[in-house]
Structure formats: structure tokens, C-alpha cells
């Protein structure tokens, strides 16, 4: 039988609970960012009227609804 001193199984317990709460909040945060990523990736603002629209075509240069005019797609993605 291994023999182990009570605080020590205490300190592994907090330990391996610390841990998997770390994990799942590193996980859930990770998560949350590839959604918001994918929210706004055909999101476009007009340069014109400041009017900001969703164009998931793959068209270059999209026009605005508002306003007609041709917009130039943001290399990041966001606004």
C-alpha cells in the first residue's frame, strides 16, 4: 500500500480540480472567440455612409445597399 499523508491528497485534489477548471475555461474562452470570428467575417462597413452590412458573396468589391457604392473588402475581417 503507497502511503499518503492527508494534506498531501488534498493538495493533489486541488490541484487536479484547479486544473480541469483551467482547461474548460481556456477551452470555453477559445470557443467564444472562433464564434465571434466567424460572426463578423462577412461583415463589411461602408466607406461612404458608414452603414454596416453582411455580403457573403465572394465578389471583391461589394456594393452597399444603403448608398450603391463598391466597397473594398477588410483584410481582417472585422469592423
Known amino acids: 500500500m503507497i502511503r499518503v499523508s492527508l494534506t498531501l491528497l488534498i493538495f ?3 490541484a487536479v480540480f484547479l486544473t480541469v477548471i483551467f ?3 481556456i477551452w470555453a474562452e477559445w470557443s467564444r ?3 465571434e470570428r466567424r460572426a463578423v467575417r462577412h ?3 461602408c466607406a461612404m455612409c458608414a452603414f454596416a452590412f453582411e455580403d457573403p458573396s465572394e465578389t471583391p468589391l461589394p456594393r452597399c445597399p444603403r448608398c450603391g457604392s463598391l ?3 477588410d483584410p481582417f475581417g472585422g469592423l
Open 12 to 14: 493533489i485534489y486541488l
Open 23 to 25: 482547461s474548460l475555461w
Open 33 to 35: 472567440q472562433r464564434r
Open 43 to 45: 461583415r463589411i462597413r
Open 71 to 73: 466597397n473594398e473588402r
